[in-house]
Nanobody, 115 residues
Framework: QVQVVESGGGLVQPGGSLRLSCAAS????????MGWYRQVPGKQRELVAR???????NYADSMKGRFTISRDNAKNTVSLQMNSLKPEDTAVYYC?????????WGKGTLVTVSS
């Protein structure tokens, strides 16, 4: 079992920045992949960015160049630095930890981009 807890959401103006953090606990040695997804009411959850234990990353096209995912294996944390935020980035952001074919999700943190 793995537990993940997100933090860092909030209200930010368009063009601003925000940093999300996620802490994993439990059977953390089994985690091979961590990442962030987001969801807007009425829409499917979508990938934001993922990072493997070796540091390989991939991003959704709309986030490339604006968002940066990083991971601290020693602290069992993953962060998402979000720059140049747009109103359409408003969503609940979820952290996920992958163990084999099982994904463990956090409860999400709300990011609102609005003036």
């Amino acid at each position: 079992q793995v537990q993940v807890v997100e933090s860092g959401g909030g209200l930010v103006q368009p063009g601003g920045s925000l940093r999300l953090s996620c802490a994993a606990s439990g059977s953390i040695s089994a985690i091979n992949l961590m990442g962030w997804y987001r969801q807007v009411p009425g829409k499917q959850r979508e990938l934001v960015a993922r990072i493997t234990v070796s540091g390989s990353t991939n991003y959704a096209d709309s986030m490339k160049g604006r968002f940066t995912i990083s991971r601290d294996n020693a602290k069992n944390t993953v962060s998402l630095q979000m720059n140049s935020l747009k109103p359409e980035d408003t969503a609940v952001y979820y952290c996920v930890a992958g163990v084999g074919f099982i994904n463990y999700w956090g409860k999400g943190t709300l990011v609102t981009v609005s003036s």
